[in-house]
Nanobody
């Protein structure tokens, strides 16, 4: 059974930092492209950042220079380091794993709230 388990969300003040983690089980992690998405209330889910099996990364314009995605294949974990957080970063953040456009898995999400 495939499981993607996110952790690290919470309440943070504007300008603060959080690091999200997503631990994968039930897949050969190194073979999967990984990504973080987010969904704010009343809005569509959007891509935040992704990282390929080879380590190439891609970011939404809104988070470039503030967020960093990374992966540790030995730990089956993908991370999202979020710095200089803004209230508009408030959302549920989801981990996503994909391979060959056939295999496609989601985590349950973790809430990030940026507020003073």
């Amino acid at each position: 059974q495939v499981q993607l388990v996110e952790s690290g969300g919470g309440l943070v003040q504007p300008g603060g930092s959080l690091r999200l983690s997503c631990s994968a089980a039930g897949i050969t992690f190194r073979l999967y492209d990984m990504a973080w998405y987010r969904q704010a209330p009343g809005k569509q889910r959007e891509l935040v950042a992704d990282i390929t099996t080879g380590g190439s990364t891609n970011y939404a314009d809104s988070v470039k220079g503030r967020f960093t995605i990374s992966r540790d294949n030995a730990k089956n974990t993908v991370y999202l380091q979020m710095n200089s957080l803004k209230p508009e970063d408030t959302a549920v953040y989801y981990c996503h794993a994909a391979r060959l456009r056939i295999y496609d898995y989601w985590g349950q999400g973790t809430q990030v709230t940026v507020s003073s």
